[in-house]
């Protein structure tokens, strides 16, 4: 059974860090694109990042860059998305998603659960 499963959410201070995980099973995960998207509360979903299948590209929304980083241990069948300097509107439950390719193009169509990050003083 496919499945993508998100993990390495909570709660953190402005400023803190988190490391959200992306592990696959049912799949080589290293034959795809994975994307990270992310829902505030309220707001729709929006996209965060996406790493090709080498890990030679990674892409980021203009107010994740320099703050987040996006890498690929396909030996682990894992995507990691570092998530540094966090602010209060980067919370929102954080979504992997898959692509059907190598490069980070079209829709996902195969999606986690999700993980909560909140940002909180």
């Known amino acids: 059974q496919l499945q993508l499963v998100e993990s390495g959410g909570g709660l953190v201070q402005p400023g803190g860090s988190l490391r959200l995980s992306c592990a696959a099973s049912g799949f080589t995960l290293g034959v795809y694109a994975i994307g990270w998207f992310r829902q505030a509360p309220g707001k729709e979903r929006e996209w965060v990042s996406c790493?090709?299948?080498?890990?030679?590209?990674?892409k980021y929304a203009d107010s994740m860059k320099g703050r987040f980083t996006l890498s690929r241990d396909n030996s682990k069948n894992t995507v990691y998305l570092q998530m540094n300097s966090l602010k209060l509107e980067d919370t929102g439950v954080y979504y992997c998603a898959r692509y059907e390719g190598a490069l980070c193009a079209g829709s996902p169509r195969a999606w986690g659960q999700g993980t909560q990050v909140t940002v909180s003083s």
């Open positions: 790493i090709s299948r080498s890990g030679g590209t990674t």
